[in-house]
């Protein structure tokens, strides 16, 4: 059964601070890897990232994935009271249509 | 250009009633998924449609079925309500293209009495 096990669980950091958020798979036939963030309701889409070494950036955030070692990372700098949110990691394994989610890092910025 | 919408945004029922939640795609967008949320849990994958049929399921009972119209806008049927089916409920929506990004409505939050 394929799995997506994301760390830590959750974490507080200070306005400011650069935080790094871990996603690992154990999957079959593994496509693309999906970063959204969930801060009340919708997640909204971060990245996709499909082929290894090619790092993703949208201002403060970046991430890149590592398809040996099988995990991806989303950097956030300089964090802001509005990166607060759940951050997930979703893969796309074989010829599924499915996106397969992991469990989520709650991330809490504060002043 | 209006994103995923879904309708209601909250709804209460008592087991073993039946619900039908709503899903309105992001414009051009053709393929629809259905997402079960826990509270504390990342969305799990229900099934999903393309061209009005039923092209992947998850892990869930016949007691959850689903329908697409020829608008690609998509229904959630759930029958036989148990508690364990309170949840938030995310629809997604894509093109029907391998490898493209799905992107999540504002989900119907089900409570079970």
């Known amino acids: 059964e394929d799995k997506v096990v994301q760390s830590p669980l959750s974490l507080v950091v200070h306005e400011g601070d650069t935080v790094t958020l871990n996603c690992s798979y154990e999957?079959?036939?593994?496509?693309?890897l999906l970063w959204y963030k969930q801060e009340k309701k919708a997640p909204t889409f971060l990245f996709m990232l499909t082929s290894s070494g090619i790092e993703k950036k949208s201002g403060r955030l970046s991430s890149i994935l590592d398809k040996k070692e099988l995990f991806s990372i989303l950097n956030i700098t300089a964090t802001q009271t509005g990166d607060s949110a759940v951050y997930l990691c979703?893969?796309?394994?074989?010829?599924?249509?499915?996106?397969?989610f992991g469990t989520g890092t709650r991330l809490q910025v504060t002043l | 250009d209006a994103g995923v919408t879904q309708s209601p945004t909250h709804l209460i029922k008592t087991r073993g009633q039946q619900v039908t939640l709503r899903c309105s795609p992001k414009s051009g967008h053709d393929t629809v998924s259905w997402y079960q949320q826990a509270l504390g849990q990342g969305p799990q994958f229900i099934f999903q449609y393309y061209e009005e049929e039923e092209r992947q399921r998850g892990n869930f009972p016949d007691r959850f079925s689903g329908h697409q119209f020829p608008n690609y806008s998509s229904e959630l049927n759930v029958n036989a309500l148990l508690l364990g089916d309170s949840a938030l409920y995310l629809c997604?929506?894509?093109?029907?293209?391998?490898?493209?990004?799905?992107?999540f409505g504002d989900g119907t939050r089900l409570s079970i009495l």
């Open positions: 979703a893969v796309y394994t074989g010829t599924a249509s499915k996106l397969t």
């Open positions: 999957v079959t036939n593994f496509r693309s």
């Open positions: 997604a929506s894509s093109l029907g293209t391998p490898d493209q990004p799905q992107h």
